[in-house]
Nanobody, 121 residues
Framework: QVQLAESGGGLVQAGGSLRLSCAASGRTFSSAVMAWFRQAPGNEREFVAAITSIGTLKYYADFAKGRFTISRDSAKMYLQMSSLKPEDAAVYYC????????????????WGQGTQVTVSS
């Protein structure tokens, strides 16, 4: 069992930066691929980024490449977001418990409650 809790969301102006954190607990955390997803009102939840257990491999959605950086340490996963745009506004979720395709919502067993990111233009 893995418990996830996001933090770090908030209101930021376009062009600004935010750092999201996901605190994870549970005996499988250290060996788990973890990911960030986001969901804007009226939209489906979409993949943002993922990272393997020791950070060797990182995966990014096209919109995140060059602006977002995923990382992790022994207890938390992070998403550093820069050059934020109004279209980045969403609830951001962390996920763990990958079963197959890293990019799919349905591949993950565990989810946090989400943290709201609002970007003003």
């Amino acid at each position: 069992q893995v418990q996830l809790a996001e933090s770090g969301g908030g209101l930021v102006q376009a062009g600004g930066s935010l750092r999201l954190s996901c605190a994870a607990s549970g005996r499988t955390f250290s060996s788990a691929v973890m990911a960030w997803f986001r969901q804007a009102p009226g939209n489906e939840r979409e993949f943002v980024a993922a990272i393997t257990s020791i950070g060797t491999l990182k995966y990014y959605a096209d919109f995140a490449k060059g602006r977002f950086t995923i990382s992790r340490d022994s207890a938390k996963m992070y998403l550093q977001m820069s050059s934020l745009k109004p279209e980045d506004a969403a609830v951001y979720y962390c996920a763990a418990g990958l079963r197959d395709n890293v990019y799919r919502v349905s591949s993950y067993d565990y989810w946090g409650q989400g943290t709201q990111v609002t970007v003003s233009s």
